[in-house]
């Protein structure tokens, strides 16, 4: 039941496990197998049966959010920019306004991308 969780793991990615026995652990994954999981725990490798995992968390980033929201908001303000560019009274030409919208949403989706790549976010990988 548990070994297709652990087949997705890598050697040396960050795993937040929960057992009864060791509570809640973070550590860099030194080994895995289908029965057993060893964790880079200071001062002693620790390792884990399968059987005695309740929960097992690997750790991702928030990178593809912050790309999400960067682009909505880089495009809304750089569509906000091109129609307060305009003098009063005018209408912003319409491949200004689409000009300024997608580099906004490109430049904001990176810079988006960058500061979600520091965050981290846990997803649990057992139980699904």
């Given at each position: 039941?548990?070994?297709?969780?652990?087949?997705?793991?890598?050697?040396?990615?960050?795993?937040?496990?929960?057992?009864?026995?060791?509570?809640?652990?973070?550590?860099?994954l030194?080994?895995?197998?289908?029965?057993?999981?060893?964790?880079?725990?200071?001062?002693?490798?620790?390792?884990?049966?399968?059987?005695?995992?309740?929960?097992?968390?690997?750790?991702?980033?928030?990178?593809?959010?912050?790309?999400?929201?960067?682009?909505?908001?880089?495009?809304?303000?750089?569509?906000?920019?091109?129609?307060?560019?305009?003098?009063?009274?005018?209408?912003?030409?319409?491949?200004?306004?689409?000009?300024?919208?997608?580099?906004?949403?490109?430049?904001?989706?990176?810079?988006?991308?960058?500061?979600?790549?520091?965050?981290?976010?846990?997803h649990?990988?057992?139980?699904?």
């Open positions: 039941m548990r070994a297709p969780a652990f087949e997705t793991l890598t050697d040396s990615q960050w795993i937040r496990v929960f057992t009864r026995a060791h509570g809640s652990r973070e550590a860099p030194l080994a895995h197998s289908a029965s057993e999981l060893v964790l880079d725990a200071r001062p002693a490798p620790l390792r884990l049966d399968a059987a005695s995992i309740d929960s097992l968390w690997e750790r991702r980033t928030a990178s593809g959010r912050g790309a999400l929201i960067g682009g909505l908001v880089g495009g809304v303000v750089g569509v906000l920019i091109a129609t307060q560019a305009v003098e009063e009274g005018e209408t912003a030409p319409a491949d200004y306004v689409g000009l300024l919208g997608v580099g906004g949403a490109v430049g904001g989706g990176l810079l988006g991308a960058l500061i979600g790549r520091a965050v981290p976010r846990w649990r990988v057992y139980p699904p």
